[in-house]
Each structure stands twice: as C-alpha cells, then as structure tokens.
C-alpha cells in the first residue's frame, strides 16, 4: 500500500512530465483535497498508508488535471483576498488579478467604519463583494447574477464567511429592475470577445461558464451596459470600479465618459503590470 509521501511524489513527478508550471505544489494541493489532509498531515504523519480506493481516486483526479481540467474546478475550491470560496459550475474561478479591484476600494473609501451601500454587478461566487464587507465591517452589499446557480453559491459563501446577514444575493440582469443609489459599484463583467473564446486556454475555454466571459462581438457589451445604468446607480460621492482585459482602457473610459462618469485617472494595474481596474471619479 503506497504511503502519502508515495503518493505526492508520484503524482508531482505525473505533473512535472505533464508540464504543469507547478508541479510540487499542485501535486500537494490535490492530495490534501482529495484526501481531507491538513499541511501538517503530510509533513508529519506523511508515512501514513493511503487506503488503495482513496489513491485510485486521487489518480483519476491528477489525470484530469494534466488533461486541463483546473485544480480549483477538481477541488471545488479557490481562495481570494484570504478567503475561500466554494465554487459552481456557474461561477468563474476567482483570479488574483481581480484582487487589483478590492485594493482600489479600499483606497478610494480609507474609513474602516463607513457604512458602505455596495453593489456587486455580475457577483458569480460572491468574492469581490465578500472581499470588501470582510473589511469593512459597517458595509452592508448585494450582488447580482443573471446565473441562479451562481447566486445560489454566492449566497452559500457569503453564509458561510459569517458574511450573510450583511448581504443580499439577487438573480437579475446587471442593474434592472434595481431601486437604490450606492457608494461603490463594482464588477468583474465579460470582457472576451465572442470570436476569441475558442482561443482560450483550455483551462478557461472548457471550464469557465461562457456567460461570464462572453462580452460580445468587441469584448464592450457589457460595459456599455453598466455605464448606462451608474447615473442612476451612483450615490453623490460614490465610484464605479470595473475590472479591464488587456488593451481595453481606452475604449471603456470612453464609454463611462459617455455617460458622465469618467475615469478618474490612469487604471489601476495588477502585478503583471495590465490595467486592470477603472476607476470613475466621485459622482
């Protein structure tokens, strides 16, 4: 019967030959969840015998893994801004780089203890939205999805994260049918083109759900769909941030300049150094 230590290192030597970018600590990662292991289960009962069903599982798991399937969609989980968050088929995988647009929230609004009204346009798993209620404490959000599956696990997430008695999660398309003015806006929309979707990683392409990362024949539908509505949406004061693809910038401050929200500046770039998050200047 092969041990755990057994186990990772040949499910790290599968996935250093597979060309995984990171093999050791994917390897560890699958193993803890495929076998409820703690870090300290495999640093120090890592002799343990591993039952031969568990580790047959556990293979198939790896398997899938080298044939793209992503290490968050095998293990039905992600963290983001040290959370974690379960995952549906419905919701897209939460990506650091969205981090970039919790990080300019909390700049643009310093005060730990504002009494925040937030909107979360497009919420998927709720993690921007439970990002920024984690840090401030007074702050009370809804979310909106067109996808009930995900706002079903948007809620779930923000029950679970202690977080539910300040949020509200509603299945609805962006801002319609939605009454009320708020300090801060975000959202994550789809950005991709139609045509490039079937260029994406496989990772992306045949994992992610399509509606969060179709934005239409120029990648620009959605955006010109919340820029209409923040008018209206904006409390005096209040700012919008969205997320941006690669190359974008230009285009989506025109559109919010369109609609007399402008940006208040250069984006906000994330560690690779893309603009990532627009920022509009206060209502």
Known sequence: MTTRAELLRDIARRFTQAGLDSPEREARALLKAALDLSDTDLIVRNDVP????????????AERRMAGEPLARLTGRREFWSLDFTLAPDTLVPRP??????EAALKAFPNRDAALRVLDLGTGSG???????SERPSAFGIGIDLSEGAARQARANLVHLGLG??????VGRWAEALHGRFDLVLSNPPYITSADI????????????????DGGTDGLGAYRTIAAALPDLLKPGGITILE??????ADVARILTSHGVPPDGPARPDLAGIARAIVTAPR
């Open 50 to 61: 591993v039952p031969a069903e568990d580790a047959a599982r556990t293979l198939t798991l």
């Open 97 to 102: 780089e969205t981090e970039t647009l919790v």
């Open 127 to 133: 993690a921007i939205l439970a990002a920024i209620l």
């Open 165 to 170: 008695n300040r949020a509200s999660i509603i």
């Open 198 to 213: 079937e260029g994406l990683d496989t990772e992306v392409r045949e994992h992610d759900p399509r509606l969060a990362l």
């Open 244 to 249: 941006l693809g690669a190359g974008q910038e």
